[in-house]
């Protein structure tokens, strides 16, 4: 039986893990910001961050949570994995406390590894002040 789940077993474990295919950024730029108030567009954002290896090139790569997004990444866990991911990546998540207080989520709530800020378009002109290329999704 041990026999079999190590022959057999192991090549599945293998497959079912995601491969991701990294894609040359053939810009000048190092930084890059996103401001995300949906689910769907975090998931891509997390997702061009793992293409980009943004680690490996080590890029600043922000994600600038508005909207509704605020409210679901304390109730909905399934976006711990993205969270997850996006720390191993070396992804900075910043959540507007604007949006935090209009959808009520205590910060107290909100996982220890997201940072806020008081206004996150004020918070995003002062990136682009910085050198910050940036995306409103």
């Known amino acids: 039986m041990l026999f079999a789940v190590l022959v057999f077993g192991f090549p599945s474990a293998i497959l079912a893990q995601e491969q991701v295919e990294t894609i040359e950024y053939k810009g000048h730029s190092t930084r890059f910001a996103f401001l995300v108030s949906n689910e769907r567009h975090f998931q891509g954002v997390i997702k061009t961050a793992e293409k980009m290896n943004v680690k490996k ?3 600043s790569f922000e994600i600038v949570v508005v909207g509704t997004l605020a409210k679901d990444l304390v109730e909905n866990k399934e ?3 993205e969270i ?3 720390e191993k990546l070396g992804v900075k998540i910043v959540v507007c ?3 935090m207080k209009h959808f009520n989520v205590p910060k107290s709530q909100l996982d220890k590894r997201l940072l806020t800020t008081p206004n996150a378009w004020i918070y ?3 990136l682009q002040d910085k050198g910050f ?3 409103s999704l």
């Open 124 to 126: 995003m002109f002062e």
């Open 97 to 99: 406390e604007g949006a």
């Open 84 to 86: 997850d991911k996006a």
């Open 79 to 81: 976006l711990i994995k």
């Open 57 to 59: 090139n080590r890029f």
């Open 133 to 135: 290329n940036t995306l």
